[in-house]
């Protein structure tokens, strides 16, 4: 870990970016849905 290789790097970089991506719709239908009250 002490290694500075790409690998944590590039799964950091897609790590978020894919929950990110697959949350949006699902919190959009939560949202849509009235599951979370504002």
Do not use: C
């Amino acid at each position: 870990m002490s290694k500075p290789t790409p690998e944590p790097a590039a799964h950091s970089k897609a790590g978020p970016a894919v929950p990110t991506n697959f949350l949006r719709p699902i919190v959009q239908a939560d949202l849509d849905s009235g599951k979370h009250s504002k």
